[in-house]
């Protein structure tokens, strides 16, 4: 019986998510080192995704002067190592330029069309990377890809800003989670793949899409607060000192 349950229990822990798994490893000890090692990996993938070219776990350990067996064990495959590096691959040059120019001069829907344009050029760019990325989120166990980076929901929010006291934190969040389906490889493959349409034509639609989203928000918040304006206020509002915002 004791055996039977210990071959349960192996069992069980090969059926782990790599990333529980990986995790494990890295705490059995030197837990410093093995982070770095597997952050100089990822690093090393994600400077040749970067470049274009092709990755594999072999000729990633060569470079960083790692054992192959060691690599295998942090990447069991290229592909997972991929999807690792291209979250780093990511945050590029253009992106850092972009997040300055977001918390830049400029008018909301200039900000904004700036966001969707910025998004649109990175994505062409890195096309195949941020295609990578999208196969290994969905075909790996849960677990073994890191959560995706929200850039383009911190640009939005550093965009938009501005505009956040007026429409409340419940609609400046709405607007952001709507505006983010204009932005990545997601509307590349609804708009190049399904629809296809070219670059220039797909740009013009989000683009256009962006700026009714934008107004439709704004003109909403001013109708909730002329019909809050509108409404007597009450003697507990009146006693609060609470000021009325778009909900």
Known sequence: MSSRSEKKQ?????????????????????????????????????DLIRSGKPISVTDVADAAGVSRTTAYRYFPTSEMLGAQATLVAADSLEAKH??????????????L???????????????????SLVHFTVELETGDVSHRPTFR?????????????????????????????????????VLNDICRLSSGEALKVKSWVGQRILRAAIEDAAEYRANAA???VTDRELKSGKQRVAK
């Not at 700036?114 to 295609?131: D, L, N, P």
């Not at 429409?167 to 989670?177: C, E, H, K, S, V």
């Open 98 to 111: 972009l997040t300055e120019f977001v918390l830049g001069p400029g008018s909301p829907m200039e900000k």
């Open 113 to 131: 069309q700036s966001v969707i344009k910025g998004s649109h050029e990175m994505t062409i760019a890195h096309e195949a990377a941020y295609r």
């Open 153 to 189: 929901r911190k640009w939005l929010e550093d965009a938009l800003g501005s505009l956040k006291k007026d429409l409340g934190p419940a609609r400046f969040n709405q607007l952001t989670a709507a505006l983010c389906l204009l932005c990545g490889i997601e509307s590349m493959i």
């Open 230 to 232: 509108a409404r007597p």
């Open 10 to 46: 192996d069992s069980a822990k090969t059926r782990l998510p790599h990333a529980d798994r990986l995790e494990a490893y890295l705490d059995l000890g030197r837990t410093n080192q093995k982070r770095r090692t597997r952050d100089v990996l990822i690093n090393i993938a994600a």
